[in-house]
């Protein structure tokens, strides 16, 4: 029967043309193909990779950034209390200063007048003196004239000095 | 990945249905032609077409002086005794006898076979065949023309690649059918798919692209070849060696000692797994040529009822039914391509492996 007798020429040719196709496929179709979707695969996977690991850096990115926020506020409300704390020291400590300075100006204006008032004794009764000399020479000169009135002066002074 | 896979398939079907209208037309023009004798012989005209030929008919005409042909020749190659014979199948045309060095060539129809062959006669002995005759014959010119349309398809669409790995239109309906049987490999032969996936893809395309080329009935296409035992039978004889020279020792282990068996047991196993061997590969050759060939002749017969009955009113069930086998020799098409694929990679994955 011809229909299920092969003919081994027909068997020879179809082995031969299909390793022939076997190796032309292989190089110039199946290699460049399949490896082409295998990079195209990786590629893909590369992409999906890399987008989940940026999408997670933007998360830790996001909690950094609220992190750092509260941070920057507390630090904020920590400075502004040391500020406002460091301020009523400062006032404080400058209120005392002019206080103290203030008490000193007065004691020192005080010694001052006080010296100033001395100084102005000291000469005020040095021209009293200085005076009192004057007008005691001017009476003297008049008074001593005779001797009966010199030794009288002399008289009293000495009485009214008390040797004791 | 579906809706292209749908879109190929449509386009397929309406290609396919278009060339059904033309494959009635030729048939019928062919059918009308031999008509004229009283004795109508359909059996040799099936057979003609499903059979090979050594020479590739492109139309055929009736006139008076006689039936005429426009057909190639095709190289004839044969080897007999130390002589070779080296000629065009036309220099064999209307009994034409070649005689050379005492022997006498030509083309008869052998005892008991339907379609002509090359003989030859020697001075002993007459119309015997020559030792090897491996002429060109119209399914081996139609086998590389296959090859051309497979190469053209697959190494342009390889190409495409080059210029993006993610191409448009035609490249991306190939992807989809090359990944398809791509992953009958991978599942079925496992970790150790990828030295056999360029086999499974060769096998699946070589056979459907020729089962495709079968159904298109006009040149220089509707060849037989997918359904001859030959071609089916080296296809075979491929993933028959495949499977053996690259199986693992598990595999020869399995087959020669069947373990887990009682003793006994293994009289009747080990001839029956070493039997399967063998009839795996045969049961892949017979299942493409049968299925290929058994569509042919179906719808030669159908469309032959016509001419047997002789009447045009048959002719509308007659074509009706054409219609139907043709749509479901298109489904076959690319079936008997997967399930030729899918076995050869299951025998193979289950030789490869070593536990299963």
Same mark, same amino acid.
């Given at each position: 029967m011809d229909l299920l007798s092969p003919e081994p020429g027909l068997v020879i040719w179809t082995g031969l043309t299909f390793l022939i196709l076997l190796y032309l496929l292989g190089k110039f179709a199946w290699r460049p193909l399949l490896s082409a979707i295998k990079e195209r695969e990786d590629s893909i996977k590369n992409a999906i990779e890399s987008a989940n690991k940026a999408n997670e850096e933007l998360k830790q990115l996001e909690a950094t950034r609220a992190r750092i926020q509260a941070e920057t506020r507390q630090e904020r409300d920590a400075v502004l209390r040391e500020a406002q704390s460091l301020k009523n020291s400062i006032v404080e400590e400058a209120r005392a200063a002019a206080k103290q300075e203030a008490e000193k100006i007065v004691v020192e204006a005080r010694a001052q007048i006080e010296k100033e008032k001395a100084d102005a004794m000291l000469e005020m009764r040095q021209q009293v003196a200085k005076l009192s000399v004057q007008i005691a020479g001017k009476i003297l000169v008049e008074n001593l004239a005779s001797d009966d009135k010199q030794n009288e002066l002399v008289e009293k002074y000495l009485n009214e000095s008390n040797f004791n | 990945m579906v809706s292209k896979l749908k879109q190929i398939a449509l386009v397929i079907l309406m290609l396919l249905g278009l060339s059904c209208a033309t494959h009635l037309r030729a048939e019928n023009a062919e059918m009308l032609k031999a008509e004229? !004798?009283?004795?109508?012989?359909m059996t040799e005209l099936i057979f003609h077409h499903v059979l090979d030929s050594y020479q590739w008919d492109i139309v055929g005409w009736e006139t008076e002086s006689g039936e005429q042909k426009l057909s190639i020749p095709l190289p004839v190659i044969a080897y007999y005794d130390g002589h070779f014979i080296c000629k065009l199948s036309s220099s064999f045309a209307e009994g034409k006898r070649i005689e050379e060095d005492g022997l006498v060539w030509y083309m008869g129809v052998p005892e008991g076979r339907v379609v002509e062959k090359l003989l030859l006669d020697t001075p002993s002995e007459k119309g015997i065949r020559p030792t090897l005759d491996i002429s060109v014959t119209r399914n081996v010119a139609s086998m590389w023309f296959s090859v051309i349309v497979i190469l053209l398809i697959f190494v342009s669409a390889a190409r495409?690649?080059?210029?993006?790995?993610?191409p448009h239109g035609a490249v991306g309906a190939v992807e989809a059918v090359v990944l398809f049987v791509k992953d009958i490999a991978d599942e079925q032969i496992?970790?150790?798919s990828a030295k056999y996936v360029p086999y499974m893809l060769s096998l699946f395309f070589f056979i459907w692209i020729n089962n495709i080329i079968g159904l298109i009935p006009v040149f220089p296409f509707s060849t037989n070849l997918s359904g001859n035992i030959a071609f089916t039978a080296t296809l075979a004889i491929g993933t028959f060696i495949l499977t053996n020279v690259n199986a693992s020792k598990h595999y020869w282990v399995h087959n020669f000692t069947? !373990?887990?068996? !009682?003793f006994v047991m293994k009289f009747i196993l080990v001839p029956i797994e070493i039997v399967t061997m063998f009839i795996r590969p045969f049961t892949l050759l017979v299942r493409l040529f049968a299925n290929v060939t058994g569509g042919h002749i179906i719808i030669l017969s159908l469309i032959s009822m016509i001419f047997i009955i002789?009447?045009?009113?048959?002719s509308l069930p007659s074509i009706l039914l054409t219609l139907i086998i043709f749509v479901l020799e298109i489904i076959f098409g690319a079936l008997q391509a997967y399930i030729f694929t899918l076995l050869s990679a299951l025998y193979i994955g289950l030789a490869v492996n070593e536990e299963h």
């Amino acid at each position: 029967m011809d229909l299920l007798s092969p003919e081994p020429g027909l068997v020879i040719w179809t082995g031969l043309t299909f390793l022939i196709l076997l190796y032309l496929l292989g190089k110039f179709a199946w290699r460049p193909l399949l490896s082409a979707i295998k990079e195209r695969e990786d590629s893909i996977k590369n992409a999906i990779e890399s987008a989940n690991k940026a999408n997670e850096e933007l998360k830790q990115l996001e909690a950094t950034r609220a992190r750092i926020q509260a941070e920057t506020r507390q630090e904020r409300d920590a400075v502004l209390r040391e500020a406002q704390s460091l301020k009523n020291s400062i006032v404080e400590e400058a209120r005392a200063a002019a206080k103290q300075e203030a008490e000193k100006i007065v004691v020192e204006a005080r010694a001052q007048i006080e010296k100033e008032k001395a100084d102005a004794m000291l000469e005020m009764r040095q021209q009293v003196a200085k005076l009192s000399v004057q007008i005691a020479g001017k009476i003297l000169v008049e008074n001593l004239a005779s001797d009966d009135k010199q030794n009288e002066l002399v008289e009293k002074y000495l009485n009214e000095s008390n040797f004791n | 990945m579906v809706s292209k896979l749908k879109q190929i398939a449509l386009v397929i079907l309406m290609l396919l249905g278009l060339s059904c209208a033309t494959h009635l037309r030729a048939e019928n023009a062919e059918m009308l032609k031999a008509e004229e !004798p009283e004795q109508l012989d359909m059996t040799e005209l099936i057979f003609h077409h499903v059979l090979d030929s050594y020479q590739w008919d492109i139309v055929g005409w009736e006139t008076e002086s006689g039936e005429q042909k426009l057909s190639i020749p095709l190289p004839v190659i044969a080897y007999y005794d130390g002589h070779f014979i080296c000629k065009l199948s036309s220099s064999f045309a209307e009994g034409k006898r070649i005689e050379e060095d005492g022997l006498v060539w030509y083309m008869g129809v052998p005892e008991g076979r339907v379609v002509e062959k090359l003989l030859l006669d020697t001075p002993s002995e007459k119309g015997i065949r020559p030792t090897l005759d491996i002429s060109v014959t119209r399914n081996v010119a139609s086998m590389w023309f296959s090859v051309i349309v497979i190469l053209l398809i697959f190494v342009s669409a390889a190409r495409a690649y080059r210029k993006s790995l993610v191409p448009h239109g035609a490249v991306g309906a190939v992807e989809a059918v090359v990944l398809f049987v791509k992953d009958i490999a991978d599942e079925q032969i496992g970790e150790k798919s990828a030295k056999y996936v360029p086999y499974m893809l060769s096998l699946f395309f070589f056979i459907w692209i020729n089962n495709i080329i079968g159904l298109i009935p006009v040149f220089p296409f509707s060849t037989n070849l997918s359904g001859n035992i030959a071609f089916t039978a080296t296809l075979a004889i491929g993933t028959f060696i495949l499977t053996n020279v690259n199986a693992s020792k598990h595999y020869w282990v399995h087959n020669f000692t069947v !373990p887990g068996v !009682p003793f006994v047991m293994k009289f009747i196993l080990v001839p029956i797994e070493i039997v399967t061997m063998f009839i795996r590969p045969f049961t892949l050759l017979v299942r493409l040529f049968a299925n290929v060939t058994g569509g042919h002749i179906i719808i030669l017969s159908l469309i032959s009822m016509i001419f047997i009955i002789g009447s045009l009113l048959m002719s509308l069930p007659s074509i009706l039914l054409t219609l139907i086998i043709f749509v479901l020799e298109i489904i076959f098409g690319a079936l008997q391509a997967y399930i030729f694929t899918l076995l050869s990679a299951l025998y193979i994955g289950l030789a490869v492996n070593e536990e299963h």
